[in-house]
């Protein structure tokens, strides 16, 4: 959820393999699931092994994350110290592509904590048993509404809120409001946005029409957009960086799906510096995305990964993600950089769908935007 390109193509092509039954994974849209937990629920570890066992000390955890992650070089040095306990990120690609191949070694893990799985998939990797649920004491310093997972599967640590983007010079006193606007001619051939089937941002949009206009609705709109020049890219560095120009004047375009926080990495890497974004956000727009960390089922390390799971809700860890990661911690106790304070677009009333709806109709809905945009 940090503004990057996120795929999510091969996630969907890997994980229909994975499920017995792709129909119970992908009812009617609409329909939620019955259910986002596993068939067999693990043990739980304790709240208090994460602050009381001596042998998490001097272990190595692996902590594996999206091609987003971005921490200081220091955060994790300020963990060990503390804990005598060492953390090896592990890489890997998009938040889909991870979820997938997590699932494929479900119960014989390459690393001992996820970090990166976000609403879009957190239901089919927790119906794919791929967590073992602890709660963190932390957590009474999280507002329950990010907490989507009541089994504790999985832990919330950020949030984010995917939302139309507009070039303020484009548009002056009379800038895009409303997802309504963007099919009225004023705006024809104005907006670009990336491919749900290969971009997480590019699912959020249409997750947020979805959720906006409803199962009987969201087909029309995208056929109104379609009809007045919609321009759809593969990711976000395609449409943001490439078809939008990072909102600078004479780009291809002057509306793209992007984040809240854009406007602060426009201050925080304009060249040359300046103190307003060139860039507005439309916060009617706005689909949110909670990014959670798991303790993965079969780690050798639960001990260690529950202090792991423990320090992402700490104080060091959620203060370092506003300008590493271009999105929101979640816990109270969190302090926003001033910069990031000042240019922050607060979205007060997000679009939402639940994990469960979205594992509903996720694959059928991407589905039939395809038919209707594309082909």
Same mark, same amino acid.
């Given at each position: 959820?940090?503004?990057?390109?996120?795929?999510?193509?091969?996630?969907?092509?890997?994980?229909?393999? &994975?499920?017995?039954?792709? =129909?119970?994974?992908?009812?009617?849209?609409?329909?939620?699931? !019955?259910? &986002?937990?596993?068939?067999?629920?693990?043990?739980?570890?304790?709240?208090?092994?994460?602050?009381?066992?001596?042998?998490?000390?001097?272990?190595?955890?692996?902590?594996?994350?999206?091609?987003?992650?971005?921490?200081?070089? !220091?955060?994790?040095?300020?963990?060990?110290?503390?804990?005598?306990?060492?953390?090896?990120?592990?890489?890997?690609?998009?938040?889909?592509?991870?979820?997938?191949?997590?699932?494929?070694?479900?119960?014989?893990?390459?690393?001992?904590?996820?970090?990166?799985?976000?609403?879009?998939? *957190? &239901?089919?990797?927790?119906?794919?048993?791929?967590?073992?649920?602890?709660?963190?004491?932390?957590?009474? =310093?999280?507002?329950?509404?990010?907490? *989507?997972?009541?089994?504790?599967?999985?832990?919330?640590?950020?949030?984010?809120?995917?939302?139309?983007?507009?070039?303020?010079?484009?548009?002056?006193?009379?800038?895009?409001?409303?997802?309504?606007?963007?099919?009225?001619?004023?705006?024809?051939?104005?907006?670009?946005?990336?491919?749900?089937?290969?971009?997480?941002?590019?699912?959020?949009?249409?997750?947020?029409?979805?959720?906006?206009?409803?199962?009987?609705?969201?087909?029309?709109?995208?056929?109104?957009?379609?009809?007045?020049?919609?321009?759809?890219?593969?990711?976000?560095?395609?449409?943001?960086?490439?078809?939008?120009?990072?909102?600078?004047?004479?780009?291809?375009?002057?509306?793209?799906?992007?984040?809240?926080?854009?406007?602060?990495?426009?201050?925080?890497?304009?060249?040359?510096?300046?103190?307003?974004?060139?860039?507005?956000?439309?916060?009617?727009? &706005?689909?949110?995305?909670?990014?959670?960390?798991?303790? *993965?089922?079969?780690?050798?390390?639960?001990?260690? !990964?529950?202090?792991?799971?423990?320090?992402?809700?700490?104080?060091?860890?959620?203060?370092?993600?506003?300008?590493?990661?271009?999105?929101?911690?979640?816990?109270?106790?969190?302090?926003?950089?001033?910069?990031?304070?000042?240019?922050?677009?607060?979205?007060?009333?997000?679009?939402?769908?639940?994990? !469960?709806?979205?594992?509903?109709?996720?694959?059928?809905?991407?589905?039939?935007?395809?038919?209707?945009?594309?082909?």
């Amino acid at each position: 959820m940090a503004i990057v390109f996120v795929a999510v193509a091969v996630a969907a092509a890997a994980l229909a393999g &994975c499920t017995s039954d792709p =129909e119970a994974a992908a009812p009617t849209p609409g329909e939620a699931v !019955a259910s &986002c937990a596993p068939d067999q629920m693990p043990e739980p570890i304790p709240a208090t092994t994460s602050t009381t066992a001596d042998d998490a000390a001097a272990t190595t955890v692996r902590l594996l994350v999206t091609d987003s992650f971005a921490v200081s070089d !220091a955060t994790f040095a300020g963990f060990t110290k503390e804990t005598g306990i060492t953390v090896e990120v592990v890489p890997s690609d998009d938040a889909g592509t991870m979820v997938s191949q997590a699932i494929l070694t479900a119960g014989q893990p390459v690393a001992d904590v996820l970090y990166g799985i976000d609403t879009t998939f *957190l &239901c089919r990797g927790t119906r794919a048993g791929l967590f073992v649920p602890y709660e963190s004491p932390a957590l009474t =310093e999280v507002p329950a509404e990010y907490q *989507l997972d009541p089994d504790h599967l999985a832990t919330p640590v950020d949030v984010g809120d995917v939302c139309l983007n507009y070039r303020k010079d484009a548009f002056g006193d009379d800038p895009p409001t409303t997802l309504d606007d963007l099919k009225d001619p004023a705006y024809r051939d104005a907006f670009v946005t990336e491919d749900p089937e290969s971009s997480s941002p590019g699912l959020a949009f249409l997750l947020a029409t979805v959720a906006a206009y409803g199962p009987d609705r969201w087909e029309d709109y995208w056929k109104d957009l379609r009809a007045n020049g919609v321009k759809v890219d593969p990711g976000w560095t395609e449409a943001y960086e490439g078809s939008f120009g990072s909102g600078a004047d004479g780009a291809d375009r002057s509306i793209v799906t992007s984040y809240a926080t854009s406007p602060v990495a426009d201050v925080v890497y304009a060249d040359p510096p300046r103190d307003d974004p060139a860039i507005g956000v439309v916060a009617d727009s &706005c689909f949110r995305q909670v990014e959670f960390a798991g303790i *993965l089922r079969g780690t050798e390390h639960p001990d260690a !990964a529950a202090r792991l799971i423990d320090f992402l809700l700490s104080p060091t860890f959620q203060d370092d993600i506003p300008l590493n990661m271009f999105v929101e911690p979640v816990s109270d106790r969190a302090t926003l950089p001033a910069v990031f304070e000042a240019n922050r677009t607060p979205i007060d009333h997000p679009l939402t769908l639940t994990p !469960a709806e979205i594992e509903a109709g996720r694959d059928r809905w991407t589905e039939r935007w395809t038919e209707i945009v594309v082909r």
